[in-house]
């Protein structure tokens, strides 16, 4: 554990400065500042809650951390409100506090789906890590993520000679493991699609890349569709919006948008990672809202365009497992993508199983919010135990989920989900295997 | 007596709608000033109409957790539309005409009936369900965790209004000319009203209206803006 942060009024005044000025926006804020009344709906519907009794993990007491400051310091009956119980004093080890706390809400907006008044604590929660990290106390994998992608243009650090080389080597393996003869070009002038995933499919989800190059030959082999990924910009994973850390979240997501444009590209297309294509659809430079001379789609988009047209044939009996399917919270909560890899799943596998609840009301994973990716303690101060700790227990509700299913495979497209769901399949000794979408692509296409 | 008569029914009323009035205008200045971002959670609306009927369906039939969080779903529902019917039901004692509207043709004796015991049947209900709420606070460990003085204060409040509400419908003769002369007469300068029962269950009221627009009763207009800005997606 790190040390405790020593007692900085300075520091505290600072927080308690971003916490008043949500008087003055966004609307959001304000209102989840107003609203919540403290009905219990959103502790019944959160996985963490689910798996711990612990009061601090109530979605409303941690969103209280920050509405207890705020209308103790911006209202006028700050003192009478306390006296209430409805604000507080700012504590010594305020900062701590909101270290731990706000990295055990995973960011899934599961409590906002059933909010009498729809609050989104995860949008809170996010505030929260904001302030944390203006203040130079993420957890330290966040905070170390964010330096080396700043640094090298990918969270994992590779460079463009490690990148070209896990490309030709996947091709390879595609050659080797399927027959068909594939390409990942780099930084091809006017092809038709700027190809992106989460630069960890290349390290350690080797065979989604592999789908997704076999996925890109049909289409080439359909109607000549052209693509290409980008030497700048082969990293769509992006953890200023896990921080908080706005500045980081834009600044990599433009690295995106500049390969788009130098590239000549008419499509971006966003791979496995629901966090990826959140940012690139919606919330950075790339989003569809800011009128670019390109369109931003995921690649299940895309697949599920040619499946609709029949473009695609499967044998079935390739697949040998049953699979299941996971929505990444990403995807189906903050995208609205959920029926597209079920119907490019269901094409694909003979035994095809849904789990209870699915789509937008799935239980999250446990790993959300960057969560996936810290295994130690971080260096947060007041963290018990570790990380992976953490999310074995928090990952309680979808290990139940799958378990029910009896489904040997379960279907995650997104980096982090997978990471978290290998782990809790292997804490639980289950067997049952973990993978993206497009590998089973590879394995029941026929070319 | 005679100084409570005149602080609750003459001086308290406009310091009540001067606070409730410019405290809900000043809320909603600054709810409507403010910056908005997307934050779409599907599934969500496309378009504006798709929203609106979206957003108004959910709040009708607070449908966000009405199957997977039952047992709050029944107690409140049922209080907020009791609540809602005994409002529209109120109108009839400060409006003469609006006899015309709630009777839609029917005799006043008629009225008067269903006032008397549909109207008392719903603040029995009004009632039990806001016991329930207040209950609830105590024997669930995951909303007693969360609850704070405010919570359990405005709830007791609502139980005050509710009992003095129906002392007022059946314990005692009620006369609706009373209060109707009384708002008619407002603000031109009218007699305080004198039945003590009715002036504690306006009292009650007053300080529910005055908490309104700074607690969270401010969830009546704030439910409409937070559904919406989740159910945006154009």
Redesign the interface.
């Known amino acids: 554990m790190s040390e405790p942060s020593t007692v900085n009024q300075a520091t505290l005044q600072k927080m308690i400065d971003q916490v008043t000025a949500i008087?003055?926006?966004?609307?959001?804020l304000?209102?989840?500042m107003?609203?919540?009344?403290?009905?219990?709906?959103c502790?019944?519907?959160c996985h963490v809650?689910q798996s711990n009794?612990e009061?601090r993990v109530?979605p409303?007491?941690r969103s209280?951390l920050i509405r207890k400051i705020y209308k103790r310091y911006g209202s006028s009956?700050g003192k009478v409100?306390k006296?209430?119980?409805?604000a507080r004093d700012i504590s010594a080890d305020e900062l701590d506090t909101w270290a731990r706390d706000f990295y055990e809400c995973s960011g899934c907006?599961r409590c906002?789906?059933?909010?009498?008044?729809?609050?989104?604590n995860s949008?809170l929660t996010r505030k929260g890590r904001a302030i944390v990290h203006a203040l130079g106390k993420s957890p330290y994998m966040m905070s170390e993520t964010q330096r080396v992608s700043d640094e090298t243009g990918n969270d994992e650090g590779q460079s463009y000679a490690a990148f070209v080389e896990a490309c030709r080597f996947l091709c390879e393996e595609v050659k080797d493991e399927c027959g068909y003869d594939v390409e990942i070009p780099i930084d091809k002038k006017g092809a038709d699609i700027l190809f992106i995933p989460a630069s960890a499919d290349l390290i350690s989800f080797p065979e989604t890349h592999m789908g997704v190059a076999v996925f890109f030959e049909k289409l080439r082999q359909l109607d000549g569709t052209t693509w290409t990924m980008a030497s700048t910009a082969f990293d769509g994973a992006n953890f200023g919006l896990f921080t908080g850390d706005d500045p980081h979240m834009m600044r990599k997501n433009q690295l995106a948008h500049d390969a788009c444009m130098t590239l000549g590209v008419k499509t971006l297309v966003i791979g496995e990672c629901g966090h990826a294509y959140r940012i690139a659809k919606?919330?950075g430079p790339t989003a569809s809202?800011n009128k670019n001379p390109f369109k931003t789609i995921s690649i299940f988009n895309l697949a599920d365009d040619y499946l609709q047209k029949g473009a695609f044939t499967f044998d079935k009996s390739k697949i040998q497992h049953s699979v299941t399917y996971h929505d990444p919270c990403n995807f189906?909560?903050?995208?609205?993508i959920?029926e597209e890899p079920r119907r490019l799943l269901q094409a694909m596998v003979g035994d095809f199983r849904e789990m209870t609840p699915n789509r937008?009301?799935n239980w999250c994973c446990g790993g959300g919010g960057g969560l996936a990716v810290m295994d130690g303690p971080e260096k947060v101060a007041k963290i018990e135990g570790t990380f992976l700790d953490y999310r074995m227990r928090a990952g309680k509700k979808k290990f139940e989920q799958i378990q029910a299913t009896g489904a040997t495979y379960v279907a995650a497209p997104c980096a982090n989900c997978k990471r978290q769901l290998m782990q809790l399949m292997d804490h639980n000794k289950t067997g049952v295997k973990t993978g993206g979408v497009f590998d089973l692509f590879m394995e029941a296409i026929v070319m | 007596m005679q100084m409570v008569e005149i602080l609750i029914g003459r001086v308290l009323p406009f310091v009540t709608l001067a606070v409730f009035v410019g405290g809900l205008v000043w809320r909603l200045r600054r709810w409507n000033r403010a910056a908005v971002a997307n934050v779409a959670l599907y599934p969500a609306a496309s378009n504006q109409w798709e929203l609106i009927k979206k957003v108004l369906g959910e709040v009708a039939w607070f449908s966000s957790f009405r199957h997977d969080n039952p047992e709050l779903w029944r107690k409140t529902w049922v209080f907020h539309v009791t609540l809602l019917v005994i409002l529209v039901g109120h109108l009839r004692l400060m409006f003469a005409w609006t006899d015309s509207l709630l009777g839609v043709g029917m005799g006043p004796e008629t009225i008067d009936g269903l006032s008397k015991w549909a109207g008392g049947a719903f603040g029995i209900v009004a009632l039990v369900t806001c016991v329930m709420l207040l209950t609830r606070r105590f024997v669930r460990p995951r909303v007693k965790e969360i609850s704070s003085g405010e919570d359990f204060g405005v709830l007791i409040l609502l139980l005050c209004i509710l009992l003095t509400g129906n002392g007022l419908r059946f314990l005692m003769h009620y006369d609706v000319g009373v209060t109707r002369a009384y708002f008619a007469s407002f603000f031109l300068g009218s007699e305080a009203p004198q039945n003590p029962q009715f002036l504690l269950h306006f009292f009650f009221v007053q300080l529910l209206l005055m908490y309104l627009p700074f607690g969270k009763f401010l969830h009546i207009p704030g439910v409409f803006y937070s559904k919406a800005l989740l159910a945006k997606d154009y």
């Open positions: 008087k003055n926006g966004p609307r959001v304000q209102l989840y107003d609203l919540c009344a403290k009905c219990g709906t502790a019944e519907q809650a009794p009061a109530n409303a007491a209280d009956w409100l006296a209430l119980g409805t907006r906002a789906q059933f909010c009498p008044f729809g609050i989104d949008i919606r919330l809202k189906a909560r903050s995208t609205g959920f937008t009301k």
